[in-house]
């Protein structure tokens, strides 16, 4: 059986017309969407200007789960990537790199080729003094895979290294350094 709907009040002459909400400016509810939906996989890597571009400093993402597919197969295949980079005039936007991770869910690769290929698209992107790939593949047929891969900038040359005393050289009686 449907239901009725209830009949809309009857004006009466002592009723007073109701006024009209004024017209906002914003729309509540409504905006355009950005040209990558934060929702979908995607290819770009957006960047942004290095706040510190004067000084060589570590950027280092950790993607504790990151899949593609065997090529041969079509089973998934799992890493963790750890992403270091010390960035020159350009940073990657994390959220972009988010969603160009999650790009290759579906796609089938070597995990040789889709670390360099990763490599290669973020040197393209952001142009870094330096930066290294480490993917640590989860085994598969009882083996486990690690495949490093680095670029360095023609001509950049990193700090001499410094290295800090430890806690277990200086003694534990303050625990101050």
Not at 45 to 57: E, I, K, Q, T, W
Request: aromatic fraction near 8%; glycine fraction near 6%.
């Amino acid at each position: 059986m449907a239901k009725k709907t209830p009949a809309s009040p009857v004006a009466t002459p002592s009723s007073k017309p109701a006024k009209a909400a004024p017209k906002s400016a914003v729309k509540v509810g409504a905006r355009d969407m950005p040209p990558n939906p934060p929702t979908a996989p995607s290819k770009e890597l957006h960047v942004f200007a290095n706040p510190s571009s004067g000084r060589d400093y570590v950027i280092q993402f950790q993607i504790p789960e990151f899949t593609c597919n065997c090529p041969l197969t079509g089973q998934p295949d799992f890493a963790h990537f750890t992403i270091d980079m010390i960035c020159d005039e350009l940073c990657i936007e994390l959220k972009s790199l988010k969603m160009y991770m999650w790009s290759y869910r579906n796609e089938g690769s070597f995990h040789e080729k889709v670390t360099n290929t990763i490599l290669d698209d973020i040197v393209a992107a952001a142009r870094p003094r330096f930066a290294r790939i480490t993917a640590k593949w989860y085994v598969r047929g009882g083996i486990y895979t690690n495949v490093v891969v680095e670029h360095r900038k023609k001509g950049w040359v990193p700090a001499p290294r410094v290295d800090l005393p430890s806690v277990a050289t200086l003694g534990q009686a303050t625990g101050l350094l």
